[in-house]
């Protein structure tokens, strides 16, 4: 079977400076005819589900302007220009920046979040040996977070109420539980 | 702590099928002055972990533009107008149009994708107890896609080589390793 869509017509829409849109017109396999794509092109990003030594989970709380409301989160960020490929240094970066600390970092999973239209790819890390830094580099001048470390049935609580409901961290939550133990 | 940004002016840049783009003006909390926030607004979708008698799980082969690629999904599909709190229907729905089978649902979860830019909500369910139906709603005209019932261990050597790649589908398995058995 045939599934490739060949790209007829491509059209930019907007190049903004965290995504691009374009709208594809495409050649469906299979002599079906053609169809439009609405499509959403992101540098990427990392995520790090950091472990204490304590067993506490890192969240960072923040407000999410596309849902209108805070949202509690594993630390992430965008890959910036160039940094494609190196990965596991945006997500140091990003670890101190929004926590302070730096720690012992392993590649977890490699995801895309909304396939159905966007190229947007996250790295996600484990990040455990954690070490407080003395001075850690500033967070981005846009953001206001406020830093918490929860045990995994205080963050499924946040599950729960709602609190926490993004598919990054819930997929870092899961794999706590399946590596670390805790209810499901 | 405050964390609101309030709109200052919201710019609509594109009005899709599919999503909606704008891009916000925000006055940022405490002072910190204004930001611009590039935002993709969408109806929300629905994604079904179907699991056969057999313990097999059912996935969906399909082309994906926004990655130039065909991956392997857990079945999912956009809500339609007016099915914003009809999320089960709609999982019923997609699920007879994409594998032939009818089955009992639960809600797992319901989570944002990308949740950095974009309101898409999936709402995750589990289908077990399922029955082909005779004669299935046919999928849709621009869909080519392709059936698998595949053992978890299959699925996780579908993770391994990248060919399940997205965060949906990640949750799901992991949800069936909680729940069902089989290694992390």
Redesign the interface.
């Known amino acids: ?5 060949k790209t007829l017509k491509r059209t930019e ?2 190049d ?4 691009k ?1 374009c ?2 017109e ?1 050649k ?3 002599n ?2 053609t ?8 540098k990427g ?1 990392v995520a790090v589900l950091a472990v204490t030594d304590e067993g506490k989970i890192i969240l960072v ?7 209108e409301s ?2 509690y ?1 594993i630390p ?1 960020g ?1 890959l910036e220009e160039g940094e494609a490929g190196f990965e596991q240094e945006a997500a140091s970066r990003e670890l101190e920046e929004e926590t302070g600390y730096q720690g012992q970092l392993t590649p977890l ?12 790819k ?1 790295t996600l890390y484990l990040a455990d040996k954690l070490q407080k830094v003395d001075n850690p580099r500033p967070q981005d ?2 953001e ?1 977070i ?1 830093l918490f470390g929860l045990s995994y049935e205080e963050c499924m609580k946040l ?1 729960e109420s ?1 609190q926490i ?4 961290t ?2 870092a939550l ?2 706590y ?3 670390y133990g805790g209810d ?1």
């Open positions: 079977m045939d599934f490739e869509e829409i907007f903004g400076q965290i995504f849109v709208l594809d495409v469906l396999p299979n079906l005819g169809s439009k794509r609405e499509l959403v092109f992101h990003a709380k923040q407000y999410r302007k596309a849902i805070v949202s989160e992430a965008k999973y490699t995801f895309y979040t909304a396939i159905g239209f966007s190229n947007e996250i001048e846009d206001v406020e599950v709602g409901c993004d598919a990054k819930l997929i899961q794999y539980a399946l590596n499901a």
